[in-house]
Protein backbone atom coordinates (compact mmCIF):
# COMPACT_ATOMS: atom_id res chain seq x y z
CA UNK A 1 0.00 0.00 0.00
CA UNK A 2 1.34 3.59 -0.86
CA UNK A 3 2.65 5.78 2.21
CA UNK A 4 0.09 8.06 3.14
CA UNK A 5 -2.92 5.86 2.91
CA UNK A 6 -5.16 6.95 5.55
CA UNK A 7 -9.04 4.20 5.76
CA UNK A 8 -11.02 2.67 3.06
CA UNK A 9 -13.60 4.07 2.04
CA UNK A 10 -16.55 3.56 -0.83
CA UNK A 11 -17.48 5.08 -3.92
CA UNK A 12 -21.75 4.72 -4.08
CA UNK A 13 -24.05 6.63 -5.46
CA UNK A 14 -23.72 9.23 -2.61
CA UNK A 15 -20.10 9.76 -2.92
CA UNK A 16 -19.28 13.51 -3.89
CA UNK A 17 -18.26 14.01 -7.31
CA UNK A 18 -20.29 11.00 -8.86
CA UNK A 19 -22.77 11.11 -12.09
CA UNK A 20 -25.27 8.69 -12.66
CA UNK A 21 -26.83 8.35 -15.52
CA UNK A 22 -30.05 6.00 -17.11
CA UNK A 23 -28.54 3.13 -19.49
CA UNK A 24 -29.69 2.91 -23.04
CA UNK A 25 -30.62 -1.02 -23.65
CA UNK A 26 -28.08 -2.81 -26.15
CA UNK A 27 -25.78 -0.03 -25.82
CA UNK A 28 -22.64 0.35 -23.79
CA UNK A 29 -23.24 2.73 -21.19
CA UNK A 30 -21.41 4.80 -18.69
CA UNK A 31 -24.18 4.64 -15.74
CA UNK A 32 -22.27 5.86 -12.73
CA UNK A 33 -19.00 8.25 -12.63
CA UNK A 34 -16.61 9.58 -9.90
CA UNK A 35 -14.79 12.30 -10.54
CA UNK A 36 -11.93 12.48 -8.56
CA UNK A 37 -11.52 16.21 -6.48
CA UNK A 38 -8.87 18.30 -6.51
CA UNK A 39 -6.06 17.71 -3.57
CA UNK A 40 -6.78 13.97 -3.70
CA UNK A 41 -5.88 10.44 -5.17
CA UNK A 42 -8.10 7.91 -4.73
CA UNK A 43 -6.25 4.51 -4.96
CA UNK A 44 -8.25 1.09 -5.70
CA UNK A 45 -6.47 -1.85 -4.50
CA UNK A 46 -7.37 -4.65 -6.55
CA UNK A 47 -9.13 -7.37 -6.98
CA UNK A 48 -12.10 -5.74 -4.64
CA UNK A 49 -15.30 -6.90 -3.90
CA UNK A 50 -18.06 -5.08 -5.87
CA UNK A 51 -21.40 -5.15 -3.91
CA UNK A 52 -24.15 -3.80 -6.87
CA UNK A 53 -27.69 -3.79 -7.98
CA UNK A 54 -28.65 -2.66 -10.90
CA UNK A 55 -32.29 -2.35 -11.84
CA UNK A 56 -34.53 -0.74 -14.61
CA UNK A 57 -37.61 1.59 -14.32
CA UNK A 58 -39.99 -0.90 -13.01
CA UNK A 59 -37.39 -1.70 -11.06
CA UNK A 60 -37.07 -5.38 -11.89
CA UNK A 61 -33.56 -7.11 -12.01
CA UNK A 62 -31.77 -6.23 -15.27
CA UNK A 63 -31.10 -9.45 -17.21
CA UNK A 64 -28.56 -11.46 -15.90
CA UNK A 65 -26.67 -11.80 -19.06
CA UNK A 66 -25.51 -8.39 -18.96
CA UNK A 67 -22.39 -7.56 -18.95
CA UNK A 68 -20.86 -4.48 -17.52
CA UNK A 69 -16.59 -3.29 -16.86
CA UNK A 70 -15.17 -0.29 -15.21
CA UNK A 71 -13.03 1.92 -17.09
CA UNK A 72 -11.29 5.84 -16.95
CA UNK A 73 -11.56 9.12 -18.53
CA UNK A 74 -8.39 11.56 -18.48
CA UNK A 75 -8.86 15.36 -17.91
CA UNK A 76 -9.48 16.95 -21.53
CA UNK A 77 -11.24 13.49 -23.08
CA UNK A 78 -14.70 13.74 -23.02
CA UNK A 79 -15.73 11.12 -24.88
CA UNK A 80 -12.27 8.13 -24.26
CA UNK A 81 -12.70 5.84 -21.54
CA UNK A 82 -10.21 3.59 -21.52
CA UNK A 83 -11.46 0.29 -20.39
CA UNK A 84 -9.08 -1.42 -17.38
CA UNK A 85 -10.77 -4.77 -16.62
CA UNK A 86 -12.34 -7.32 -18.51
CA UNK A 87 -16.12 -7.11 -19.39
CA UNK A 88 -17.88 -9.57 -16.64
CA UNK A 89 -20.92 -11.54 -16.54
CA UNK A 90 -23.61 -9.58 -14.32
CA UNK A 91 -25.38 -12.94 -13.37
CA UNK A 92 -23.29 -12.81 -9.30
CA UNK A 93 -24.91 -9.80 -8.65
CA UNK A 94 -28.09 -10.75 -9.95
CA UNK A 95 -28.62 -14.01 -8.06
CA UNK A 96 -27.45 -12.16 -4.22
CA UNK A 97 -30.00 -9.58 -2.46
CA UNK A 98 -27.18 -6.79 -1.27
CA UNK A 99 -26.94 -7.85 2.22
CA UNK A 100 -25.79 -11.32 0.87
CA UNK A 101 -23.46 -9.84 -1.63
CA UNK A 102 -22.26 -8.17 1.78
CA UNK A 103 -22.05 -11.58 3.35
CA UNK A 104 -18.61 -13.08 3.59
CA UNK A 105 -20.23 -16.93 2.68
CA UNK A 106 -20.97 -15.59 -1.04
CA UNK A 107 -17.33 -12.73 -1.32
CA UNK A 108 -15.95 -15.78 -3.61
CA UNK A 109 -18.16 -15.31 -6.12
CA UNK A 110 -17.88 -11.02 -6.43
CA UNK A 111 -14.32 -9.95 -6.88
CA UNK A 112 -13.36 -7.92 -9.71
CA UNK A 113 -9.85 -8.21 -10.65
CA UNK A 114 -8.60 -4.80 -12.51
CA UNK A 115 -5.86 -6.03 -13.55
CA UNK A 116 -3.16 -4.58 -11.40
CA UNK A 117 -2.51 -4.34 -8.01
CA UNK A 118 -3.68 -1.03 -7.59
CA UNK A 119 -5.51 1.69 -9.27
CA UNK A 120 -4.00 5.30 -8.96
CA UNK A 121 -6.62 8.00 -9.85
CA UNK A 122 -5.75 11.59 -9.64
CA UNK A 123 -7.38 14.97 -9.50
CA UNK A 124 -9.81 15.17 -12.37
CA UNK A 125 -9.89 11.74 -13.50
CA UNK A 126 -13.11 9.61 -13.75
CA UNK A 127 -13.49 5.81 -12.64
CA UNK A 128 -16.47 5.04 -14.89
CA UNK A 129 -18.75 1.76 -14.58
CA UNK A 130 -20.21 1.31 -18.20
CA UNK A 131 -23.14 -1.73 -18.59
CA UNK A 132 -24.44 -3.40 -21.94
CA UNK A 133 -27.66 -4.98 -21.01
CA UNK A 134 -30.93 -5.60 -22.90
CA UNK A 135 -33.06 -3.64 -20.32
CA UNK A 136 -32.66 0.35 -19.61
CA UNK A 137 -30.51 0.03 -16.15
CA UNK A 138 -32.05 3.12 -14.43
CA UNK A 139 -29.79 5.70 -12.43
CA UNK A 140 -32.46 5.48 -9.33
CA UNK A 141 -32.33 2.24 -9.47
CA UNK A 142 -28.51 1.64 -9.26
CA UNK A 143 -26.89 0.49 -5.91
CA UNK A 144 -23.14 0.01 -5.69
CA UNK A 145 -20.38 -0.10 -3.07
CA UNK A 146 -16.51 0.01 -4.31
CA UNK A 147 -13.74 0.11 -1.89
CA UNK A 148 -11.06 2.64 -2.39
CA UNK A 149 -8.58 4.56 -0.35
CA UNK A 150 -8.32 8.60 -0.58
CA UNK A 151 -4.73 9.69 -0.25
CA UNK A 152 -2.21 12.48 -1.02
CA UNK A 153 -1.68 12.39 -4.91
CA UNK A 154 1.97 12.85 -4.39
CA UNK A 155 2.42 9.62 -2.55
CA UNK A 156 0.29 7.58 -5.88
CA UNK A 157 2.60 9.15 -8.30
CA UNK A 158 4.41 6.22 -9.33
CA UNK A 159 1.31 3.81 -9.04
CA UNK A 160 -0.36 6.51 -11.40
CA UNK A 161 2.94 6.40 -13.89
CA UNK A 162 2.29 2.66 -14.32
CA UNK A 163 -1.00 2.86 -15.05
CA UNK A 164 -0.48 5.01 -17.88
CA UNK A 165 2.02 3.07 -18.92
CA UNK A 166 -0.06 0.06 -19.14
CA UNK A 167 -3.10 1.08 -20.08
CA UNK A 168 -2.51 4.61 -21.85
CA UNK A 169 -5.32 6.13 -19.64
Do not use: C
Amino acid sequence: MPAGVAYRQRLSRSTDGVTLADGTANVNSTIAAWLVPSGVAYVIESPFILVMKLKDSTPAEIADSSLFWFGIKRPGYTHRVWQIAGERDYQPWADLTVPEQQDADHASFLWVDLGIRFLALIEDETFVLQVNSSSTVKADNVEIYIPYTPTDPEDVADLHAARIARFGG
